[in-house]
């Protein structure tokens, strides 16, 4: 934290953003005024996936001054559950008091389309190997109430910016997290469905279940970059999930903007 504050003359952000796989493209909109690479941050781990650029930017959006995870970490990456939510820790203690959440995920209901939008109205966490709070508890309740992880608030104006601005292609939904790093089985798909998830994906909850702990609120948003339904599945590549990704972005951004403007 030190080192953040004297690496960016003390700026003080208001909203925290961590984008997903081939989300980065909200940073084009961000008014840059500080970017420091992860591998600079002290007890930061670095990204090693590829379509993750790993950056944390300082500046601001829609007028309001924001800290942006360009790239996250991931479990399938090898680090702990600690390691990849020390950045909430640290957005926390920059002062941020609301989190925004991209990432891509695989579609489960059938009524959704490649490149929808997912908000997530909540989550089943109950098969992640690791947990971001096991052990000595360091930073709030010892049993995080999750009756709401997803602010009602912010899921509340996202809806209302969906109406007013027209974002079409916007669906509601449960999130499972899963640690990849491979896809899912046929099999696998069935049984997440049967669980009653809507989208399937390999991060996020971990941030999020850190961040409700931190009482800082929380909205989260899947891009469905691919349909996984047992019986039409095809094969997964990552330039697909990329593409259609790509096409979702604008619809992300514009939310994510519009969300910014009245958060206080
Ligand atoms: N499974 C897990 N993570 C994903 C998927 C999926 O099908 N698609 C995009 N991220």
Same mark, same amino acid.
């Given at each position: ?37 992860? /591998? ?123 109406? /007013? ?100």
């Amino acid at each position: 934290i030190t080192y953040l504050h004297s690496s960016t003359d003390s700026f003080r952000p208001e909203t925290g953003i961590i984008l997903g796989t081939g989300l980065a493209g909200l940073v084009a909109d961000i008014d840059v005024q500080y970017e420091i690479a992860y /591998e600079d941050i002290p007890h930061f781990v670095h990204s090693t996936v590829e379509s993750h650029k790993g950056k944390l930017i300082f500046g601001t959006l829609a007028g309001k001054p924001v800290v942006c995870m360009q790239g996250r970490f991931h479990y399938y990456e090898g680090y702990s559950m600690k390691e990849i939510t020390y950045p909430v820790r640290v957005m926390q203690a920059l002062g941020i008091r609301n989190l925004l959440i991209s990432n891509a995920a695989g579609g489960l209901n059938p009524a959704f389309s490649e490149s929808d939008l997912m908000l997530i109205t909540d989550h089943i966490s109950l098969f992640l190997p690791d947990n971001p709070l096991f052990g000595k508890n360091i930073s709030g309740d010892r049993f995080p109430d999750m009756s709401d992880p997803y602010c009602p608030k912010m899921l509340a104006s996202a809806r209302r910016i969906v109406q /007013e601005k027209g974002i079409s292609h916007v669906q509601e939904g449960v999130y499972a997290p899963v640690p990849g790093p491979q896809l899912e089985t046929r099999a696998e798909y069935r049984l997440l469905r049967q669980l009653g998830a809507d989208a399937v994906g390999m991060s996020t909850v971990p941030e999020v279940i850190v961040a409700v702990q931190l009482k800082i609120p929380v909205l989260a948003v899947s891009v469905i970059t691919d349909m996984c339904i047992p019986e039409t599945l095809k094969k997964a590549e990552l330039q697909h999930i990329l593409a259609n990704a790509a096409v979702a972005e604008p619809r992300m951004t514009l939310l994510f903007r519009e969300l910014i403007k009245p958060l206080d």
